[in-house]
């Protein structure tokens, strides 16, 4: 369904020669222009005028490489899915909203045809030709609008439908998106844990090189022992005080 919805885009944004365009595009990797205009057998200044087409809705995503012997560049393009749903969906909402506002006219007001000529007007306009056909003269009559509301009808719930399952592949694809994000974050948090420590495994090797470059060819210096300090006790001996004796009276 998907296929579908994107060939229709690109058949109505390039033309018809576009067609077999939406199968020949990734939505995951770039693809070679070359090999586009191969597949779909013409040239590559046609491929690149369709695909330029497309571009400019943004609906696909290009880059380019340079070729080092021949100097010029190759461009490699890819879908996008997401955006161009999100074309598709303003396109039927647009056209939803029309024929919706033709049901509604056609059930308020009146219209007059010519019977011979098929010519239909509206009440203005049957009014300021005095409700007479110019080209054959005849009387132009009330018509019947009960059987083109009734289709106008079928194609409101026909697109309805549709709108519903564009909108279903795009939630699809913008989970598909999410989940894309959170592995892309969580590789790039692993590579970058990764590199770091091989950045400090690097700068420790370097570091030992460079201590082991200045040492080399030199006598490690013996570290002098400290000598400690002998803190000698203090050798005079303290009198005793002596006795007072109290004579007696």
Known sequence: MQKKFLRDVIVLVAGKPAEGLANLLDDKKYVNEFI???????????????????ADQGLVSS????????????????????????FLKALL????????????????K?????????????EENALLN???????????????????????????IRLEKELEMVELEMEVEKGKDEKTKVRAIKKFEKDRKETLAAKRKISSAKRKATMEEKT?????????????????KN????KAPKKVVKKKK
């Open 110 to 122: 009146d219209f007059y045809i010519c019977a011979r000529c098929g010519i239909e007007f509206n």
């Open 36 to 54: 586009i205009a191969k597949k779909l057998d013409i040239t590559i200044n046609q491929t690149r005028n369709i695909l330029y087409k497309i």
């Open 63 to 86: 880059t380019r490489k340079k070729d080092k012997k021949k100097g010029w560049y190759t461009y490699f393009w890819k879908i996008e899915v997401v955006k161009t749903l999100e």
């Open 235 to 238: 050798s005079i001996k303290m």
């Open 130 to 156: 005095d409700f007479t056909c110019n080209e054959c003269g005849d009387i132009f009559v009330l018509k019947d609008n009960s059987k083109l509301v009734k289709e106008l009808r079928k194609a409101a």
């Open 216 to 232: 080399k060819g030199k006598k490690p210096v013996k570290k002098k022992p400290i000598k400690k300090k002998v803190v000698k």
């Open 93 to 108: 909402v647009k056209k939803l909203e029309q024929i919706k506002n033709q049901i509604k006219s056609r059930e308020i």
